[in-house]
């Protein structure tokens, strides 16, 4: 079987090359479509399993990055979204794709679990590498990734902190395991919001969610961006690696995307 | 009717404000140190065609609700401006 993906690309929307690129080079089916056409014929969805939100700044991040796109997305084809999911298809969203997922009220898909993504505590645009643990026990990328894995992959935001709405709000976020990513230190112990590991305050250093029903994932690290060796940062120092490994962490996360479909 | 409609949405008074603190920090370094605090806002206005006041804030109040504002982070209010 092979795997359809479609990447949706907005006016100002920068990551869909390489997000395709990364896609292909798992040898999937994989298109770009404007998100005009794909509001014009929301059933177009169905040709798909996997639909990625890309990153970048959609619509100029007016009002709020993410915004614009979010509410347009559940306005317009809202209703194909709900049965693209209930079809056993699957939603990815990163960096400003993830901003997306949140403003459209797909991430974590409950109202009673009250979350937004906000400005960097540093106000720069953040672009850095970051260490991840994969924290959940039970998400689409379990398949592919066991929990408390490590992994290196780069961030380039300015909004990108997630907050909730109260402390009870976190803990359902914890209690029930939608926390895909958090922020780590070198030694791997949690990075509890210094900078530069946690690069935007994030509250509990969360890099990257899911929602309640599993099937709709985002992160604010760019898993494209780490996808070969040869983009690592410190790839000229580590030359043999590059020779004997073609992919490096980014490659697990996209990898287990296509696992979650194929399984 | 058209109503002119002054919508300004700002951070919930209990969350960091990293643009209101940088502000901050440099009105202080220009020597307006009488300056305590600054939260920063956006503000949109509004051209509402509809019958009454009521009804053009009740309008306002939706388009913040559903776009303008994030209920999670934003407090928003609205004004009437004019109407014409």
Redesign the interface.
């Known amino acids: 079987m092979v795997v359809r993906v479609l990447i949706v690309r907005a006016p100002g929307t920068n990551c869909d090359f390489e997000t395709a690129l990364a896609f292909r080079e798992l040898s999937c089916d994989t298109s770009i479509i404007t998100f005009s056409r794909l509001i014009q014929n929301g059933k177009l969805v169905h040709d798909f399993d996997i639909l990625v939100f890309p990153g970048g700044f959609s619509y100029g991040d007016y009002v709020r990055a993410g915004a614009v796109l979010g509410k347009r997305l559940i306005a317009r084809i809202g209703s194909e979204i709900r049965d693209f999911l209930r079809g056993g298809g699957l939603i990815m969203g990163i960096c400003n794709g993830f901003q997306i997922l949140v403003e459209a009220g797909l991430i974590p898909g409950t109202d009673n679990i009250r979350i937004a993504l906000t400005t960097n505590i540093s106000l720069r645009y953040e672009c850095r590498w970051t260490i991840l643990k994969y924290e959940s026990k039970n998400s689409p990328l379990s398949n592919s990734l066991k929990t408390g894995y490590i992994l290196r992959i780069p961030v380039g935001h300015g909004e990108g902190r997630v907050i909730t709405k109260s402390t009870n709000d976190l803990k359902l976020l914890v209690d029930n395991d939608l926390i895909l990513f958090r922020y780590v230190k070198p030694d791997g112990t949690y990075a509890e919001g210094e900078y530069p590991w946690n690069p935007n305050g994030s509250t509990y250093d969360i890099a990257g969610l899911q929602n309640v029903d599993r099937n709709v994932i985002g992160m604010m690290p760019h898993p494209e961006r780490a996808f070969y060796t040869w983009q690592l940062p410190d790839w000229t120092r580590n030359r043999e690696l590059v020779y004997r490994e073609k992919f490096a962490d980014g490659y697990l996360i996209l990898r287990a995307v296509i696992q979650y479909i194929l399984k | 009717m058209r109503y002119i409609v002054r919508v300004e949405i700002r ?1 919930r008074k209990d ?2 404000d ?2 209101g ?2 502000a901050l920090s440099c009105l202080q370094d220009l020597g307006l140190r009488q300056i305590r605090s600054v939260r920063s806002g956006k503000v949109y206005y509004l051209e509402v065609e509809t019958n009454s006041k009521e009804e053009a804030f009740k309008i306002a109040d939706e388009a913040c609700r ?3 504002a ?4 934003d407090e928003y209010s609205i004004e009437i401006v004019s109407e014409t």
């Open positions: 951070l969350l960091h990293p643009e603190a940088v559903r776009l303008l994030n209920p999670v982070k």
